[in-house]
Structures are given as C-alpha cells and as structure tokens.
C-alpha cells in the first residue's frame, strides 16, 4: 500500500524540493521560482484537479499530450487518489517529460523523491513503499510470493547493492536501471 501524502502547510518550496528539481531539470533555482510563482498565479490553493491540471499543462505544452494522456499521467501521480495534486506532483511530470533531460538524470531525480531518510541511500522499506506505490498505479492486485513489494525489494537490492550495506546509493539505483540489472 501507498503511503499518503501529507498535506503541505506553507505554499513555498523547501530546500529539498529545489536541490531536487535544479537536479532533476538542470535548470536554474530562479527558473524554479518562476514556475513556482506561476503555478500559484494560476492555481492559489496550490493544488489542481484533473481538469485544471489538464488544461495548465496544456497552456505550457500545447503539443506534447492529448487530453486523455494527461488525464492518464494525473491519474498516476495523484497517488493519494484525492482528485488533486500538488505542485511538487506537478513538476515531477515537467520533469520526467522534459525534453532536455538525459535517463541519468530522471532517475536520479526519481531516487531523490523517494530517499525518504534524506540520507542519500534507499534502504528496504523505502524501496518497499516504491514498489508498492507502482503496484498501485499499475492495478497489480497479486501481491504474494515473489509479488510480495518487500519481497521484490530485497531481491532488487541482492542484485544492485554493489556495497553491500543492503541499501542502494544514487549511483547503484542508476547503474542497475541503465544496465539492466532488474
């Protein structure tokens, strides 16, 4: 099961949401700023449902997406399944779909939003709560046996621990997606 996403309690960016993104998007943080202030202009509450997050993203890429895509990628980042989402939600499609990132740095983007402990490493149950959020975006039901989110995590991190502390860096969670190795 997913874990849910608490709410936010302050509409500005924290330090960690910008060190991810400027990361991620190789763009600067007063770019960053910029998005952030725009996103507020057009959405105060900070938050968007399906239909403003269809039609906002479309202001920004009219050409990239059919409605019913982005309708399919609201539905697979509203994890909480709340009918919203946030603008770190948000950017983490910018992100993911911006043209000028490499797989190197999308994955590293993807490692950072899921390092929990903020301690550069993605230890079992981190991996866990990854693994069960993408059964439940996929509609995977079967979560026994080899199936089983914990299961599957200390098989993925057997094959790419290359340290052998039984967690993953940064650099051993790329290498494994990039080569192949799950």
């Known amino acids: 099961m997913s874990k849910k ?27 960053i700023q910029h998005w952030h202030a725009n996103f507020l202009h057009h959405c105060p509450s900070g938050r968007l449902d399906k239909k403003e997050f269809v039609e906002y993203y479309k202001k920004l890429y009219p050409r990239d997406h059919t409605a019913k895509s982005l309708e399919d990628i609201f539905d697979m980042i509203d994890v909480n399944k709340d009918g919203r989402v946030e603008f770190n939600e948000f950017l983490i499609v ?10 190197e740095s999308r994955l590293s983007f993807v490692f950072d939003m899921w390092d929990e402990s903020e301690d550069e490493l993605i230890d079992r149950n981190e991996l866990t709560n990854m693994i069960s959020t993408i059964y439940d975006r996929a509609g995977i039901k079967n979560r026994k046996g080899d199936q089983h989110p914990k299961k599957r995590a200390e098989e ?15 650099e051993e969670f790329i290498n494994g997606y990039v080569f192949r190795k799950i």
């Open 5 to 31: 996403k608490k709410g936010r309690v302050s509409m500005e960016l924290t330090a960690k949401e910008i060190d991810v993104l400027l990361k991620a998007s190789q763009i600067s943080e007063e770019e």
């Open 156 to 170: 993925i991190i057997a094959k790419l621990d290359v340290s052998g502390d039984k967690k993953l860096s940064k």
């Open 94 to 103: 910018i992100a993911m779909t911006d043209h000028l990132n490499d797989l």
